[in-house]
């Protein structure tokens, strides 16, 4: 169990160690991590080192904070993430969020991996996502409200900030990378969903699916941080192909790493 102590012992740690309080965080997800490997002036920290940092459990999960300069930005990137399926916590799961928000992160660009719904997505598209369901069956943000980073009842309507969404098309457009738009639910996993399930997500207007993500928006989103979230779908959802396996989605992130590091660089340099 993760107590909110163990966040100000994180961050005040870490705020020994880094000159520069970021203004730009970023979650790199499952095999995206290494989209971002030349920042300038890094400093890398592994979560094991953090004091009170949650450890995680799942392979190609990288486990680092990297502090650095993109456009001379000061950023903090999150690489991996917790999940709900490794038996963590929602603490624990959204820990890293307030975290960033604590070292001072006001804007936040999360990545993540995710099976496509929608029938025009195809393995290796770019999709900025325009809004959630929460189909986790449960909210990050139940239990006693910690004010020090929001209200009670957080309103989620513009929880995937419309200033955002449009830099990242601009940045797109820039480098010639077709970016899609999309609404992403989240499923709890470790299994993949079923054929039935899918169809119905399809139904309830759903373009995406993974396993990460929300609870991290609404904790962002509680917080007052702009967001901007990024898919990488790394497969067609359950029933649209053959089968799908963890492999695949490491294959295509893998090919993926480069194009999304240029893009969320691009997209850095034209924040405001
Ligand atoms: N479902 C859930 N999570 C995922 C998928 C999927 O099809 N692909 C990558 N992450």
Not at 103 to 116: H, K, R
Not at 118 to 135: A, M, R
Not at 139 to 157: A, I, S
């Amino acid at each position: 169990m993760i107590k909110n102590d163990h966040l100000t012992e994180s961050g005040s740690w870490l705020r020994e160690l880094v000159e520069k309080g970021p203004e730009v965080g970023m979650v790199l997800g499952s095999g995206l991590s290494d989209s971002l490997d030349s920042l300038d002036n890094p400093l890398e920290i592994n979560w094991k080192d953090v004091p009170g940092f949650p450890t995680p459990t799942v392979k190609g999960h990288k486990g680092k904070l990297l502090f650095g300069e993109i456009a001379g930005k000061n950023v903090m990137v999150q690489q991996g993430r917790l999940h709900w399926y490794e038996g963590k916590n929602w603490e624990e799961v959204i820990f890293p969020i307030r975290l960033q928000k604590l070292m001072g992160v006001e804007q936040l660009i999360i990545t993540n991996a995710a099976g496509g719904i929608n029938k025009d997505l195809e393995p290796g598209d770019l999709v900025t996502i325009t809004d959630h369901i929460n189909f986790s069956g449960d909210n990050p943000l139940r239990g006693k409200n910690d004010k020090r980073f929001g209200v009670r009842f957080p309103d989620l309507t513009d929880a995937y900030t419309a200033d955002l969404r449009e830099t990242a098309m601009e940045a797109g457009y820039k480098l010639g990378v077709e970016l899609e738009e999309g609404v992403y639910v989240m499923t709890t996993g470790p299994s993949y969903e079923t054929p039935a399930e899918i169809r119905a997500l399809r139904t309830l207007g759903a373009d995406l699916v993974g396993m990460s993500t929300v609870p991290e928006v609404i904790t962002a989103c509680h917080a007052g941080m702009d967001v901007l979230a990024i898919s990488c779908v790394t497969n067609k959802a359950a029933g649209m192909q053959d089968q799908l396996t963890h492999e695949e989605v490491m294959e295509v992130t893998a090919e993926t790493n480069e194009i999304l590091g240029r893009l969320i660089e691009e997209i850095v340099g034209l924040m405001g």
